[in-house]
């Protein structure tokens, strides 16, 4: 999960720089010297309002990409520090139940809050409380 965050930053930065660049060159790239001023200011103001327009869309095109993806890894954590009651059930033994977080949990261990590792055994039965049905 960390990878994709920093693969994201990394094409963010990326999209930026090019985006930098590009109106820099853009700048330095001076009208030829066979026009008219008048006709340069003019073709300049032009260029620069359709700059701008496709700059704003961009913006906001990366701040939805980036909002979608906040909200995205703020739900999948959220699901995963879901609290879960964990029964073991034991032939001929009182039952014991454990509390665990969603993504602590496996097929036969789990770790509780408290950090406990518990592996469960073949003779034991374990039921998961507080899971969604699909």
Known sequence: MFGKLLL???????AF???RRGNKSAARA???????PKEAVAQTTKAADGS???RIAAYMFLTLIIGL??????YQWQDDHT?????????GA?????????????????TTIDGIS???AGSERMEVDGLAAP
């Not at 001076?30 to 008219?36: A, G, H, I």
């Open 8 to 14: 994201t930053l990394a094409v963010i930065i990326a």
């Open 17 to 19: 720089t090019f985006i």
């Open 30 to 36: 001076s009208p030829s010297k066979e026009k008219k």
């Open 52 to 54: 701008s327009e496709l």
């Open 69 to 74: 993806g906040a909200s995205m890894y703020y």
């Open 83 to 91: 609290v879960l009651d964990v029964t073991l059930i034991r032939d």
């Open 94 to 110: 009182n039952s014991i139940t454990y509390q665990v977080y969603k993504f602590q949990l496996g097929t036969r261990a789990f």
């Open 118 to 120: 518990v592996t469960v």
